[in-house]
């Protein structure tokens, strides 16, 4: 008997699949296509290609693809595409170091990732592949942008960006992490810059309401959106600075304070800062505060523990509510990017006020009685935060301070003084990168055709797409997009008046191309628009996308943008592009990540070549819940190999076997337990696909499967019915593994039953032979149900406990508690009392 060959085994299938193209999937409209079959859009996060895949790639794609095949045999029509987000840094970035073309090594890299997608058996419909960085590709990531300018969504303007000083670029907020360049760990730095900003703040609210159309999300996912959106309620409340002239509108959630403000501070960036100060004796104090300030990011500043500094700038503002003046300072712990970047100080009630008050020896004036001993830092009891009825606050005194909200905002309005508001910690999105390895941006300065001495932006007219990026021999950058070097390039005719006029040398953020490459894999191939309608309309929402969590915000939030702004244009018919999101952990090795430096990294393509894709696959699926984190660990694919060489070897002896007919009715014995086994394996496999991808425990039904079928087959090989119950076993288990380990799963089926697996439905367990032998376990934390689970009638009460401690949402109430107290009580709940 040969063993078990990997090699031998998947070569085979990959080549047939690739022959018949057997994942390809027609349009309407299209030959093969199907209007009966309901459609399912299977999507993993397009990977960015650099250098080899890594194992990450491995166990986003090996997920997707599980699932991929799961809803094809569950009678979807699935479209399950691959392609490259091949524009940005890295290749750049290796450029400048070996003066290697950003093309020449994203090309290559693309190869490595295709043949590695090859053999790993990933079923991909090839014929929608694409790569951003083409011209095919990003002819249309232009004319999006294009779309955008025409809707007032791009719009251009000078404003202080985060440059990075070692990448000499310019980053988005979401790419500064705790002050320095997420790329590099440089910290950074700001500057001024004419910039392009797609205008995400007008989507603000929708982009929080339609987190209700969305079907299943990790709510972690959305709660980091919501977060990130920042919705506040509150009051724009002007306070007037008579001595310049100058009107300062604050945003505040707590007008109902407007009484106990002592002072006004503005933050170092305000624009009129400068005219506040020039000529009077702050001048040079507040300048070098500002430089200072400038250095230093918006984490350190708005740190809750910092020591508060400032500088008085001499002058004052009034408060509307009272007429009262108060001094104005600038300080670090107000920032330009929330709100107006100016705020009204209320000491008593706001602690960051209340430690400048005391640091600068200003009054602090309650407003509002109540205490909170937790908050409060003097024997006045200040400052207090909460509720209560309020005081020195003329004829609102008395009255709840939440009551009296509105009462004042409404008063304010009538006095025209404020307004009720509503502010976002969201800004706008600014695309412009001064890098090479991007898509150009695709408009033209004409000063011809501007006026008063500012030239005119003309759009490149969508039949002159797409601008291509031009070859230049140095991608350094030097403050300036590389492309300004390419004069050449630079000086062309304008589009409307036919003069000269030089091209728009930023080119965009990479964000921006893998905002919509899910819609071109619709329709790839189209040169006459960026897709068709139909064929959009058809496909869209991606049913399931999968992939990194690292990707929670601004891939997912650029991309639900997108997708709103296009259906605002009248090209899609979509509000939200991923209805289902499935977001995957990481692989660590040694406990911790995989890094080359830490020398801890993981070869997908080495585990691949020793013990083949359906190993590797089926181990990385293996590992634990695919959406927690994993160690990685050899012994563990060694045994992931072991079990897939005892199914092989099931196969082999029953091919020497003759088998006779088998009633699944009529079945005692053995071979009904073995029967039982195989439908109690369908069941557990079909409801962890169901339950939110639970691949480990899918994957360990199926083993126990085998080795009930190991346990048994020497006593039922005695007779032709016994050998055909050890065969109906070992075609299941081929059947229920074939999504994770396909080539195996499909060699197997072809062996023993004939045909393709990938053509069988998937099966159903039948319920004659589903012995009732599970029951849902209550699991509670301190006696509250957090959850309820599938458990096996006779798991033992250690079983029952690792269960409910295994639960994710039980997880959350365990997080940071200690548990003192289990309480089962087998059959029926697991209660876990924390402190
Ligand atoms: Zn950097
Ligand atoms: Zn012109």
């Not at 894999?521 to 006459?528: A, F, K, T």
């Not at 139909?534 to 929402?541: C, E, T």
């Not at 045994?639 to 196969?651: D, H, I, Q, V, Y």
Request: aromatic share 10%; charged share 25%.
């Amino acid at each position: 008997m040969a063993g078990y060959d990997p090699k031998q085994i998947e070569a085979r299938w990959q080549r047939l699949w690739a022959e018949e193209k057997t994942w390809e999937v027609a349009n309407p409209g299209q030959p093969g296509f199907d209007p009966e079959k309901p459609k399912s859009y299977v999507l993993e996060m397009l990977p960015y290609p650099s250098g080899e895949p890594h194992v990450g790639h491995l166990k986003c794609y090996a997920v997707g693809d599980a699932i991929a095949h799961f809803r094809r045999r569950q009678g979807f029509e699935v479209i399950h595409p691959m392609g490259y987000d091949s524009f940005g840094l890295p290749a750049e970035n290796n450029a400048i170091k070996t003066g290697e073309p950003p093309r020449a090594a994203t090309e290559r890299s693309i190869e490595s990732f295709q043949r590695q997608f090859r053999e790993w058996g990933i079923s991909i419909d090839w014929s929608r592949e694409l790569a951003t960085h083409t011209p095919e590709y990003y002819r249309w990531t232009q004319w999006i942008f294009l779309q955008l300018l025409e809707q007032g969504l791009a719009y251009r303007t000078e404003a202080p960006v985060q440059w990075c000083p070692k990448d000499a670029t310019v980053l988005a907020n979401e790419q500064v992490v705790d002050g320095r360049c997420e790329r590099c760990g440089t910290e950074v730095v700001q500057r001024k810059l004419e910039q392009w900003f797609f205008k995400t703040t007008e989507y603000a609210e929708r982009l929080l309401a339609d987190f209700d159309l969305l079907e299943s999300w990790p709510e972690h996912v959305i709660t980091m959106q919501r977060n990130w959106i920042g919705r506040s309620e509150g009051a724009e409340v002007t306070f007037r600075c008579e001595e310049v002239d100058l009107d300062f509108p604050v945003f505040t959630t707590r007008p109902d304070t407007l009484f106990g403000a002592t002072f006004f501070v503005l933050a170092p960036e305000h624009p009129e800062l400068e005219r506040l100060v020039a000529g009077t004796p702050a001048e040079a104090a507040v300048r070098e505060y500002v430089d200072r300030a400038a250095r230093e990011s918006a984490e350190e500043r708005g740190a809750e523990d910092r020591e508060k500094t400032g500088v008085p700038l001499g002058r004052g503002v009034v408060n509307p509510v009272n007429g009262e003046r108060i001094p104005m300072f600038v300080a670090d712990y107000v920032l330009m990017e929330y709100g107006t970047g100016a705020i009204m100080a209320v000491p008593a009630h706001d602690e960051r006020d209340y430690e400048f008050a005391k640091a600068f020896d200003l009054p602090v004036r309650r407003v509002i009685e109540g205490e909170d001993p937790d908050a409060a830092r003097d024997d006045r009891g200040l400052p207090y935060p909460g509720d209560g009825p309020m005081t020195g606050s003329g004829r609102f005194d008395g009255k709840g301070n939440r009551e009296a909200y509105a009462e004042i905002v409404e008063w304010l309005a009538s006095e025209a003084r404020g307004e009720s508001a509503v502010n976002y910690r969201l800004r706008d999105w600014l695309v412009s990168r001064q890098r090479y390895w991007g898509a150009p941006i695709p408009v033209v300065y004409c000063d011809a055709c501007g006026e008063e001495g500012a030239p005119a932006i003309v759009p490149v007219p969508p039949e002159q797409l797409p601008v291509e990026l031009p070859e230049v021999e140095d991608y350094a950058p030097k403050g300036r997009s590389p492309l300004a070097a390419a004069e050449q390039w630079v000086a062309t005719e304008c589009p409307r008046c036919g003069g000269p006029a030089r091209r728009e040398t930023d080119t965009m953020d990479t964000f921006v191309d893998s905002s919509w490459y899910f819609i071109r894999y619709l329709d790839p191939g189209n040169g006459e628009a960026a897709w068709e309608r139909a064929a959009a309309d058809h496909w869209l929402p991606v049913d399931q996308y999968i992939g990194g969590v690292e990707h929670a915000i601004l891939h997912l939030m650029y991309a639900r943008f997108f997708t709103k702004a296009l259906a605002d244009c009248g090209v899609l018919g979509v509000q939200e592009p991923f209805a289902n999101l499935f977001a995957q952990g990481m692989i660590t090795r040694d406990g911790a990540k995989m890094s080359k430096s830490r020398g801890n990294t993981v070869s997908p393509a080495e585990y691949v070549e020793r013990y083949g894709a359906d190993t590797a696959r089926t181990y990385i699926c293996f590992m634990g819940p695919p959406e927690r984190d994993a160690d990685w660990v050899d012994e563990g694919v060694e045994g992931a190999n072991r079990f897939l060489s005892r199914l092989w070897r099931l196969c082999e002896e029953l091919g020497e076997r003759e088998a006779g007919e088998l009633d699944p009715a009529a079945a005692a014995g053995d071979a009904r337990a073995l029967l039982a086994k195989a439908h109690w394996a369908i069941d557990k496999v079909t409801r962890d696909f169901q339950r939110g991808f639970q691949f480990n425990t899918a994957i360990a039904a199926v083993m126990e499967l085998v080795n009930e079928a190991y346990r048994l087959k020497d006593g039922l090989y005695g007779a032709p019915e016994g050998v055909a119950a050890v065969r109906f076993a070992t075609a299941t288990a081929a059947s229920l593994i074939f999504p994770f380990a396909p080539h195996l799963g499909a060699e197997i089926w072809e062996r023993l039953e004939g045909g393709r697996v990938w053509e069988q439905p998937w099966p159903v367990a039948d319920p004659a032979l589903l012995a009732s032998d599970t029951f849902p376990l209550v699991v509670q934390v301190n006696g509250k149900l957090r959850d309820r689970i599938e458990a096996a009638a006779d798991a033992s009460e250690a079983e029952l406990l690792a269960l409910a401690r295994g639960s994710e949402k039980v997880a959350r109430f365990l997080d940071g508690k200690q548990v003192v107290k289990e309480i089962v009580v087998p059959g029926k709940l697991v209660n876990l009392v924390v402190r």
